[in-house]
């Protein structure tokens, strides 16, 4: 287990990782600022961009608290730079646990086992770091082909339903459908997980119907997703 | 000869409009496809270097069990997830929010919150700029706040107390069932619609890895021919 830390903590392995977080900075400064020179031609005023940076950052936080718990409990068996890298960027909280676990099985020990060798870190890694180029290589080859499949729908004689945009109207389907699905699979998972999931909903519409009372309380648009967590979680911690 | 003249100025601003978007595609497509493929390469030299520079090599039989038994549980995802997340995300947005992670728990609930505080729908191309806006600034956020605890040492989780930790395993539901109600409200229709199959697909024996799919390509059918009877 000691041994496996010190090679976690390798100092190779740390320039890897801060490498791999100085990119997806670097991508998140330029699209930002790709955005931020179209936005005349989209219509949108300075304000509107302000307002999208701030409701994006806002609601980075409640997410990343629930990535952090995972994190935090998967570095004492990982080490700092690789749970990073793996857990708290690229991948997701739960897949990547799930990966970690499956990698130290394959080598026959446990996540935090005294048989956790530096060999067992590095076939978590092996697991971990190729498992998850999946979805890289495939955003890398064929987000040019889904974009050609987009603009053949959308240049199609047909391109409206009744009164609107097909596109408009897929978009907003397979968004509602995408959560729809999500929301269906809390409710089955448990009494618990099904109030704070229709805690939450029923908080968002509360929300939303205030804001959109008057003028002066549009800005709660920005903040009512993390409203809503609050209360799921705050129901959660008093009822259940 | 007014009349035309605005006429002219409103085509000429429309083309350099749309040139204007189409540069952001090419951009998208070109700064994407590079820092994605860098970090392509990071990742891969990642365990290579530790079986081969360190020689810590576990040997190629578990490497390939645990990646087999990887690909068996999620494998499907890998290009089932670009696919259905690819109408809402759009070819900026896919980019990012693949290379950045936490898509459903973090990504798409940004990108549609900002789209909602700024009135713009998705699929169109305002959505998709305020979408890139947000999704940058969450990824960016994202990456403070981690860097942030653990360069702490974890010292911050540590004094939020157990019986509080406990109700983080509910931020997941809550966000789905938050910016599920977010949108519902703006179109309740498809909302039913959305959830009514939902709820089927969660009910019906099928693998989970289709329930996704089959809910957004079932949802789109629907929505649709209900919009075409309209």
Redesign the interface.
Known sequence: MEEAIKIASHPVVWIISLTVIGVVIFQGIKFIQMAMKTRESVGLSKQDVNSALKVGMINAIGPSFGIVVVAVSLITLLGDPLTLMRIGIIGSAATESMGANLAATAYGTELGSDSFTAEAFATVAWVLCIGGCGWLLFVFFFTKSLANIERKVSNKQQTTAGKLPIMMIVSSAAMLAVFGNFVAGEIFKGVETAIVALTAATTMLIVSFIANKSHQLKFLHEWSLGVSIIVGLTVSYFVL | MAVSESNIVAKKNEV???Y??N???Q???F???M??????L??????L???F??S????WQ??I???I???A???Y???M????????LG??G???A?????????C???A???Q???G???????????A????????????A???F??VSG?YL?SIIPE???G?????????????????????PL??G???S???F???IPIPTFF??II??I???II???L????
Do not use: D
């Open positions: 350099i409009h749309s204007e978007m540069m952001f595609h951009k998208s497509h700064w994407g496809r820092t994605v493929g860098l970090v392509i990071l990742t891969i030299s990642l365990p270097y530790l079986s520079v360190l810590i090599h576990p040997g578990p490497i069990t645990g990646l038994a990887y690909a549980a999620i494998g995802a890998w290009f997830e670009p696919i259905s997340y690819y109408p809402t070819i900026s896919t980019y990012q693949f290379l950045t992670g936490n898509i459903a728990n973090m798409l609930p940004s549609a919150a900002a909602n505080a700024v713009a729908e998705p699929g169109t191309k305002k959505g998709e700029i305020v890139a806006l947000a999704i940058g600034a969450t990824s960016l956020m994202n990456m706040i981690l860097i605890i653990i974890s989780v019986s509080i930790q109700t983080f395993i509910y931020i997941v539901p809550a966000i789905f069932g938050g910016i599920f109600a977010q949108f519902a409200l703006k179109k498809y909302g619609i959305a959830l199959v939902g709820l697909v969660n009910l329930k996704g809910c957004i079932l949802t789109i929505c649709i021919s919009e075409k009877r309209k």
